[in-house]
């Protein structure tokens, strides 16, 4: 039973727990915007970012959540009464959907049904049949479900389009691989609070050369979202506006460790964490949400009939400090998310799997309470001793 001692554990689909290398660079003395210090710093950002993202291009760092990044990629590279096909399996892929009408773009909905990745097929079926639209908007990770899309096949057809792809990297960029430039992404984009293990309030952007060219043509009439104001001051090692200082500190030292673990390592890591989640739950005798197309970094868990969502997390919480998430929308109920991205652990996730076993087991659900532990720690020696080349 959990005491005032016990360790709080956060495993949510964001935020996530905070590195103590990373806590204390955010307590750094204030810089001021526009001086040589900050500049050395933004010129470290950019260097690592461009690792982050796997690509050459610029980083733009907004200060904004993630959905202000998905605005800027939107409204930044296309005009009212263009077409896009919008890949729709969950609240986020509906996310994109709502923006673009927002702005009198006007979007053609895929639904994928929840708990699916989208059919590549598909994308390639509806591109040809209509030349007219002008990009494709994904998830790399559907949050609200735990489905990773299948992004790399979709780019491979939208490469061979005149439709840029965009790509919401928000619950998947530093969990998952997705290095841009190789797979011919033209825009991608995340957020702080996820893999990037930071507060928050920042967001970053990527995007192709094609993906900059659209964007020079485009009038957008937002005066805070403006990608070209913001390439050219990220090349003098600014921003356009005042920045996010705290969190570019932050973010600084966050890269640093990326660096330092090498993102192989990474990967390799969270793939091992995604293993272990879903062979504990599957040892429970629950079912997974998601079960052919696994994020990374969040694992979704169908529950009982008659289990509510809302009850077992708060029996996670108030008896085992362990914090959790609920689904969303129709789902709100149906499903528990286990984030496992970011400064997250095997022992975390060892706790987390327990105060789900028992938090189902005093709502009256039946669990398999022998070996489901020893079964998930398996997983994830063995995920780790492969590595995720093996998927």
């Known amino acids: 039973m959990s005491s005032r001692l016990d360790k709080m554990r956060l495993l949510t689909p964001g935020p996530t727990p905070l590195p103590e290398r990373v806590r204390l660079?955010?307590?750094?003395?204030?810089?001021?915007?526009?001086k040589g210090a900050f500049k050395s710093v933004m010129a470290e950002i950019q260097r690592k970012a461009r690792v982050l993202f796997g690509t050459g291009q610029d980083v733009l760092t907004l200060a904004s959540s993630g959905t202000g990044a998905m605005v800027a990629a939107m409204q930044g590279m296309f005009a009212p009464g263009e077409k896009v096909l919008v890949i729709e399996g969950g609240k986020f892929g509906e996310r994109w959907t709502e923006i673009a009408r927002s702005h009198g773009i006007i979007p053609l909905p895929l639904k994928v049904p929840a708990g699916q990745g989208a059919d590549p097929e598909k994308v390639k079926?509806?591109?040809?049949?209509?030349?007219?639209?002008?990009?494709?908007?994904?998830?790399?990770c559907e949050t609200s479900t735990g489905v990773q899309h299948p992004v790399a096949e979709i780019a491979a057809i939208t490469s061979k389009t005149p439709a840029l792809l965009v790509v919401d990297g928000i619950s998947g960029l530093g969990i998952t691989p997705c290095p841009m430039d190789d797979w011919g992404l033209d825009a991608l984009l995340t957020g702080s609070q996820k893999g990037l293990m930071l507060p928050p309030g920042l967001a970053l952007l990527a995007l192709s050369e094609r993906a900059w060219e659209k964007a020079a043509a485009i009038t957008t009439g937002n005066y805070y979202f403006n990608l070209p104001e913001e390439r050219k001051n990220i090349r003098k090692n600014q921003t356009h506006f005042t920045p996010a200082i705290g969190l570019l500190l932050g973010l600084d030292e966050s890269l640093n460790l990326f660096?330092?673990?090498?993102?192989?390592?990474?990967?390799?890591?969270?793939?091992?964490?995604?293993?272990?989640?879903?062979?504990?739950?599957?040892?429970?005798g629950l079912s997974l949400f998601a079960a052919q197309h696994p994020a990374w970094g969040v694992t979704s868990v169908s529950l009982p009939p008659r289990i509510p969502a809302s009850q077992v997390l708060d029996i996670a919480a108030n008896s085992f400090n362990v914090i959790l998430a609920a689904g969303q929308g129709d789902y709100k109920e149906r499903i528990v998310r286990i984030g496992h991205m970011g400064w997250v652990d095997w022992g975390d996730l060892s706790a987390g799997l327990h105060a789900l076993a028992e938090a189902c087991k005093s709502l009256g659900a039946e669990i398999n309470s022998g070996g489901y532990l020893e079964q998930a720690l398996a997983a994830y020696r063995e995920a780790w001793e492969k590595g995720y080349a093996s998927l």
């Not at 660079?25 to 526009?34: F, G, Q, Y």
């Not at 330092?260 to 879903?278: H, P, S, T, V, Y």
């Open 125 to 140: 079926k509806i591109l040809q049949a209509d030349a007219d639209i002008h990009g494709v908007f994904v998830q790399l």
């Open 259 to 284: 660096m330092e673990a090498g993102m192989d390592n990474i990967f390799r890591k969270q793939w091992a964490l995604c293993r272990m989640a879903r062979a504990g739950v599957e040892a429970m």
């Open 25 to 34: 660079a955010l307590s750094k003395d204030m810089l001021h915007h526009r």
